[in-house]
């Protein structure tokens, strides 16, 4: 079962070292695509949807300016 071996990464994520460890998969995008292998419940930005292996859920990131 997976969820045992994400604990390890715990004290790895507390001290931001966690991005050099194999289990991690980490790249920089404008955008991605999920489609999961089954149903999935997913959180974007505090609500919880289900997506289905039928579903593509895709990303885009936010160019925002902040002015002072």
Same mark, same amino acid.
């Given at each position: +079962?997976?969820l045992?071996?994400? %604990? /390890? #990464? @715990?004290? !790895? #994520? $507390? !001290?931001? =070292? +966690? $991005?050099? &460890?194999?289990?991690? %998969? +980490? *790249? @920089?995008?404008?955008? %991605? *695509?999920?489609?999961?292998?089954? =149903?999935?419940?997913?959180?974007? &930005?505090?609500?919880?949807?289900? @997506? =289905?292996? &039928? &579903?593509? $859920? *895709? @990303?885009? /990131?936010? !160019?925002?300016?902040? %002015?002072?």
């Amino acid at each position: +079962h997976p969820l045992p071996r994400i %604990f /390890t #990464l @715990i004290p !790895k #994520l $507390l !001290k931001a =070292t +966690h $991005l050099s &460890d194999p289990k991690v %998969f +980490h *790249t @920089i995008a404008s955008q %991605f *695509t999920i489609q999961p292998q089954s =149903t999935q419940p997913v959180q974007i &930005d505090g609500e919880t949807y289900t @997506i =289905t292996k &039928d &579903d593509f $859920l *895709t @990303i885009t /990131t936010e !160019k925002r300016t902040i %002015f002072y």
